[in-house]
């Protein structure tokens, strides 16, 4: 079975600052990963996808990620932090014969002035 | 991309009834997918609907508490049934296409 992981409950960062979130993954097979923000009281956004390829994916807004099968993480990235990116933060995996998604517990960002 | 929109955007309930949450895609897609986010939790996938089959539903769900219909490629309802507090959450409706999936704004239900 596909599962995903987000060890950090919440990160926190100065404004200006770079900022990581992590993510790993457990999957048979080749992975999709995607990255979803959700603001309070708004839906689930799409960040980036990796799907094949680079292993360096970029993304809305300034965010990146790096895929990296070895350690099979995904963990998202931004090398300045605004604090209009303060929300949630959730990693998705999916198999590829399996269409829908398995989400990460969530990471919450915090970005300070 | 696909554009979906649900109704109702949020409601209060009282436990015991059911709710019927509406999920309609701007496009044909084969799959459609409802998910459940509990108050402070991540989403967990409920069940898949096709149209022309019966939704097949994950561990822990099951068709009499929440059945679901798929009418045709661009419609789908969830209803939740004899409802309880557990049930509070945000239920959102998904499609897969073009290798994405995309997300509904989410119904978020309170039940008292």
């Known amino acids: 079975a596909q599962s995903v992981a987000q060890p950090e409950d919440q990160v926190n960062v100065a404004e200006g600052n770079p900022l990581t979130v992590k993510c790993t993954y457990s999957v048979s097979g080749n992975p999709y990963l995607f990255w979803y923000v959700q603001y309070p009281n708004r839906g689930l956004q799409f960040l980036l996808k990796y799907i094949t390829g680079d292993n360096l994916v970029k993304g809305s807004y300034g965010f990146e990620a790096e895929f990296n099968k070895s350690q099979t993480s995904f963990h998202l990235k931004k090398p300045s932090a605004l604090v209009s990116d303060s929300a949630l933060y959730f990693c998705a995996v999916r198999e590829i014969r399996r269409r829908a998604l398995t989400f990460g517990s969530g990471t919450r960002l915090q970005v300070q002035p | 991309s696909a554009v979906i929109s649900q109704k109702p955007s949020r409601d209060i309930c009282q436990r015991g009834t059911s709710l019927t949450i509406q999920c309609q895609v701007d496009?044909?897609?084969?799959?459609m997918f409802w998910y459940r986010q509990q108050p402070g939790q991540s989403l967990t996938l409920i069940a898949t609907?096709?149209?022309?089959?019966?939704?097949?539903?994950e561990s822990g769900f099951v068709i009499d508490k929440f059945p679901i219909s798929r009418p045709n490629l661009t419609f789908s309802t969830l209803t939740v049934s004899n409802m309880s507090p557990e049930d509070s959450s945000i239920y959102l409706c998904?499609?897969?296409?073009?290798?994405?999936?995309?997300f509904g704004p989410g119904t978020r239900l309170t039940v008292l």
């Open positions: 496009s044909q897609v084969t799959m």
């Open positions: 998904s499609v897969y296409q073009g290798n994405e999936q995309f």
């Open positions: 609907a096709n149209q022309g089959s019966e939704a097949t539903y």
